[in-house]
């Protein structure tokens, strides 16, 4: 099992931050198992090759930490879907 994981913050809520994250892995074929609607620090979606994580957490007013996580068995596999995830998600900025 390979994993590739980012940590960034951006201004606005962490429900706001996940939306786009489920939107990006939406946009990109993936069955979400876990949407937003269920929980609000997490969302999780895949396929058959690769499971991707996003979890977001407040760190202030107006200021998301999160994290996204991708697991696949190919390390380039999980890297484009962290990187696919990741760009997905507007004005991002690394830790």
Known sequence: MN?????FRRK????????EA??????????V??????????VMGG???????????????????LIVSAFSQDAST???ARNTVRDGIKDLYNL
């Open 22 to 31: 489920e939107d990006a892995m939406r946009g990109q074929g993936y069955q």
């Open 33 to 42: 198992a876990n949407p937003v609607s269920n929980n609000n620090s997490m």
């Open 78 to 80: 999980a890297e484009q």
């Open 3 to 7: 994993a590739q994981w980012g940590s």
């Open 12 to 19: 606005g809520s962490v429900h706001d931050l996940l939306v």
């Open 47 to 65: 396929n058959d090759s690769v499971l991707v994580q996003a979890t977001a957490m407040s760190t202030g007013p107006e200021e998301t930490y």
